[in-house]
């Protein structure tokens, strides 16, 4: 592509630099017309904005405190670690953000059915929760390899109503769950909006995901100037799809002092072929609709990921990182299954904040950017969830029994007993 | 001679209808569930009366498919199949007299590099390329390289389409428009969307290319009821369906089958 035609599509609506974009059946081409004016009506109403913040304050809990990491602090080269605590959001992440938006935004469009992916669970349970407060009825798709690492969020779906349907084809995994998620759409466009979790997809989901997690960069920067009187040196967050990380960044994208930092899951090493490095070990390429970095062979076809966190098993990112990589405004890193999980242990007793396993990839990256900035740089982490779903996972890793066989209750709950 | 020059999409239609009769587009992607095997397979299509037929690029994420399209692809992929299987097959079908084109997803053919795939199709005989995910708006880069190698970008109309965007459509199109009957995934189903006719009865609005419609036709009763209203029958699932059940009888007779049925409806 020549720099003149990369220069024209950075003009197009739906567009990052080359990134985004469309590539969806043709039958779908008319609901994300329709969508994409519902939500540009949405924005610029004030009754729509009133009706949002409302709940982002009566019902998530916002705004979420920015906390200072002391103990944790010490431990990145004395740097001020700020954590914007997403992870005492109602339903446990920063998911609630998005979910609150789509789901007012489809009960505006006249749908009375809300469909999404889910990787971790978290961004199901938060779709299963805004379908159950304004009454719609909701339907979860999660790869079958997901549903029995997350088993917990399997059974809070189904008590908040919400249909889960395990998707055993392709990797069985969030890519899967994508897949399945695009399929029923197709054929329920009518009455069903699809509630898609990230920051991927075809335009507009990557620009109107990004609006509902602004919020978060909103709240920090005004957090972080009425405590530490400037702005941060950068600002940082785990990268599955992206979406907590384009919240943070949204904040300080005007502020060219201010880094942007992403942290991708390394998996077993980017080396070993097991990982979700996009930016390390992918090529552009299309995946569900965009053009962004992708996992791919030689002949265009998805190469599975792997991470022992769910929600940055994709092998995909969105476009919006792609281009923000691209042009060298925000960079982005692997961290490894195990310096994530050593980053995790070390939230945990230094700050008692057990962290969501993807969060932990952000943290592990934190250690680093400490070292790097030296003492008294001031960085803020998107401490995007809490770890409760991830406690058994965390316990095998690190030989901690439990005295429940964890397998025995997840079961009986995922099957609804 | 080469046989882009005689044997064109458009000559094809123009026969059928010479006959009073729709074309019949059969579809199995390459490589299933061998290549060797499913080169046997499409030539089974061409001898039981298929007119054209849709070779499939196998992808990993085919969300525009069914389940039992989803699985023969991945079954040929764990067979090793490449775009470069799909060339194989296209020279075979061209080699039998029949119309080839490919239908793939977009990024195995972004990744091949869009001037490379639109010549190396040519030479292997291949007419025209289904895009079942690239918009038009995205596909203006394709549509060029398919003129200087005369491939003929077959995109989709859907029930859905404003008729805003099937005029656009038709306009990028060459030759034919591929109606697709139904809002939902490929797969057999026991009737044939009524939303078909008022489509293709759109889009003979815009266009003078031919229509054919797909999506859940599967037997030879669905292919006359959709002949007596558009120019091409295009069936899939069956064909995938009876490639497993019963190889290449169940093919070649599934093929005659739905070749007296696009006799019987036009």
Redesign the interface.
């Known amino acids: 592509m020549t720099t003149s035609e990369v220069e024209d599509r950075a003009v197009i609506a739906g567009h990052f630099g080359p990134y985004g974009?469309?590539?969806?059946?043709?039958?779908?081409?008319?609901?994300l017309d329709q969508l994409d004016t519902a939500f540009q009506a949405a924005i610029a109403d004030p009754d729509f904005a009133i009706q949002l913040s409302g709940l982002e304050r009566d019902y998530t809990g916002r705004p979420s405190p920015l906390t200072r990491a002391w103990r944790f602090g010490a431990y990145c080269n004395d740097a001020h670690i700020y954590f914007k605590r997403e992870d005492l959001n109602h339903t446990g992440s920063h998911k609630i953000n998005n979910a609150l938006g789509q789901v007012l935004l489809a009960q505006r469009m006249g749908k009375t059915r809300v469909i999404a992916e889910t990787g971790a669970g978290q961004h199901g349970v938060a779709t299963a929760t805004a379908a159950a407060l304004l009454g719609l009825e909701c339907a979860v798709y999660m790869g079958e390899e997901d549903t029995r690492r997350q088993s917990l969020n399997v059974a809070r779906m189904k008590l908040l109503g919400a249909e889960v349907i395990s998707v055993t084809?392709?990797s069985r995994t969030l890519?899967d769950a994508i897949?399945e998620a695009?399929?029923d759409w197709?054929?329920?466009?009518?009455t069903t909006h699809y509630v898609l979790g990230t920051v991927t997809g075809p335009s507009p989901f990557p620009d109107m995901v990004r609006h509902f997690h602004s919020v978060i960069g909103r709240e920090s920067r005004e957090q972080i100037l009425a405590i530490e009187g400037r702005l941060p040196d950068a600002v940082a967050a785990c990268v599955g799809g992206g979406s907590n990380a384009m919240g943070l960044f949204s904040g300080f994208m005007d502020d060219p002092n201010v880094q942007l930092r992403g942290y991708e899951a390394g998996g077993d090493g980017v080396e070993t072929g097991r990982h979700a490095a996009r930016f390390s070990a992918g090529s552009p390429?299309?995946?569900?609709?965009a053009r962004t970095y992708?996992m791919?062979d030689?002949?265009?076809?998805?190469i599975p990921s792997h991470s022992i966190s769910a929600g940055l098993d994709y092998p995909g990112v969105g476009p919006e990182h792609a281009w923000l990589h691209d042009i060298g405004r925000a960079i982005y890193e692997p961290v490894n299954d195990s310096e994530a999980m050593e980053a995790f242990a070390l939230c945990s007793r230094t700050e008692g904040i057990i962290p969501a396993i993807e969060t932990a990839h952000g943290l592990a990256g934190v250690i680093r950017l400490g070292k790097e900035l030296g003492p008294d740089s001031v960085i803020i982490l998107n401490l995007s969830g809490r770890g409760d779903k991830d406690v058994a996972t965390a316990a095998r890793w690190f030989g901690i029994e439990l005295e429940h066989s964890e397998s025995g209750i997840s079961v009986e709950l995922a099957e609804g007993r | 001679m080469n046989p882009t020059k005689t044997r064109t999409i458009g000559a094809a239609f123009a026969n059928a209808k010479s006959e009073g009769r729709a074309l019949l587009i059969g579809y199995l992607p390459a490589g299933f569930p061998t290549l060797d095997e499913s080169i046997e397979l499409v030539q089974a299509m061409c001898d039981g009366g298929v007119d054209l037929i849709e070779v499939g690029l196998p992808?990993?994420?085919?969300?525009?498919d069914?389940?039992v399209i989803?699985?023969a692809v991945?079954q040929a992929?764990t067979n090793g199949a490449?775009?470069l299987s799909v060339l194989t097959v296209v020279r075979a079908v061209a080699d039998r007299g029949v119309v080839p084109v490919v239908m793939s997803y977009?990024?195995?053919?972004?990744?091949?590099g869009v001037e490379n795939f639109a010549r190396e199709l040519q030479e292997a005989g291949g007419v025209g390329v289904i895009t079942?995910?690239?918009?038009i708006?995205?596909g203006q880069p394709w549509i060029a390289a398919t003129q200087t190698h005369e491939i003929d970008p077959i995109?989709?109309?859907?029930?859905?389409?404003?008729n805003d965007?099937i005029n656009k459509?038709c306009h990028d199109t060459r030759g034919f428009v591929y109606a697709?009957s139904?809002?939902?995934?490929t797969g057999a189903r026991d009737q044939v969307s009524n939303m078909a006719p008022e489509l293709v009865a759109r889009v003979r609005e815009y266009t003078d290319l031919p229509i054919a419609v797909g999506l859940g036709v599967s037997n030879g009763a669905q292919a006359a009821e959709i002949a007596k209203y558009a120019d091409g029958v295009i069936v899939g699932s069956a064909f995938v369906k009876a490639a497993t059940a019963g190889g290449v009888p169940a093919v070649r007779e599934l093929a005659q089958e739905l070749a007296q049925g696009v006799r019987q409806g036009g």
Do not use: C
Request: hydrophobic share 35%; no cysteine.
């Open positions: 974009g469309r590539f969806v059946p043709e039958a779908l081409t008319s609901a084809n392709g890519k897949n695009m399929r197709v054929a329920s466009v009518d390429g299309v995946l569900h609709g992708v791919q030689k002949w265009g076809q998805t | 992808y990993s994420d085919p969300l525009m069914g389940p989803q699985q991945d992929l490449t775009p977009w990024n195995p053919i972004e990744q091949f079942p995910d690239l918009t708006e995205e995109f989709l109309v859907a029930p859905s389409s404003t965007r459509i697709a139904t809002m939902g995934v």
